[in-house]
């Protein structure tokens, strides 16, 4: 397997692992100059193999766009319009429960999401469209990671390592607001 192949698989299991998606859904790409390597559509992330990871140019689709993830103008667009090398995408629940009951983002109150992470912006679009990859990368410029409505997690970094340590701040970030959400009379601030 190439090193980018065994990057995203190692992360694939850890994703999987750590609850942040099931096995078939989400996916994990890595920016390799002027290509991106990424997950293949329906690839389970926590048994990967060379096979269910290509290589695709960064500038413009292909035809092995057909057989890759179908996040892939997503993570594309992420490329062209930030700084990011690595992008993550998960299913959180708890991300995406707080995403249908919040208007814009999730702001953290937990003092590590609030320190490290910040705002977790509220995208809208459809899987793997146009719209989500313009509003996606556009929050993406300014936010560590966001939020597609009812449909999961978009974590950034310049390494796999870093998008990965978003992600899951990202959940728990969203775990402990849903939680305080959950009991409003025990909590002593203000309401959002």
């Not at 413009?60 to 930030?82: F, G």
């Not at 919040?102 to 910040?118: H, K, Q, R, T």
């Amino acid at each position: 397997m190439s090193l980018a192949s065994l990057e995203i698989a190692r992360f694939g299991k850890k994703v999987v692992a750590m609850g942040l998606t099931s096995s078939r859904f989400g996916n994990i790409s890595q920016c390799l100059g002027e290509k991106m390597a990424i997950t293949c559509t329906g690839s389970m992330l926590d048994e990967l193999d060379e096979s269910q990871v290509i290589e695709l140019d960064l500038s413009a689709p292909s035809d092995l766009d057909k057989i890759a993830s179908s996040e892939t103008i997503v993570h594309r667009a992420i490329y062209t319009c930030t700084s990011a090398r690595a992008v993550i995408h998960t299913h959180s629940p708890y991300a995406v429960s707080l995403s249908l009951l919040e208007n814009e983002a999730v702001e953290p109150l937990d003092s590590e999401g609030i320190l490290f992470m910040g705002s977790l912006p509220i995208v809208e679009g459809g899987c793997g469209t146009d719209g989500l990859a313009k509003a996606a990368s556009i929050a993406l410029q300014s936010h560590k990671a966001c939020i597609a409505r009812g449909h999961g997690v978009f974590a950034i970094g310049k390494s796999l390592a870093e998008a990965y340590t978003i992600a899951c701040m990202a959940e728990h970030s969203s775990q402990v607001k849903y939680l305080v959400r959950s009991y409003p009379k025990s909590y002593p601030h203000k309401d959002e």
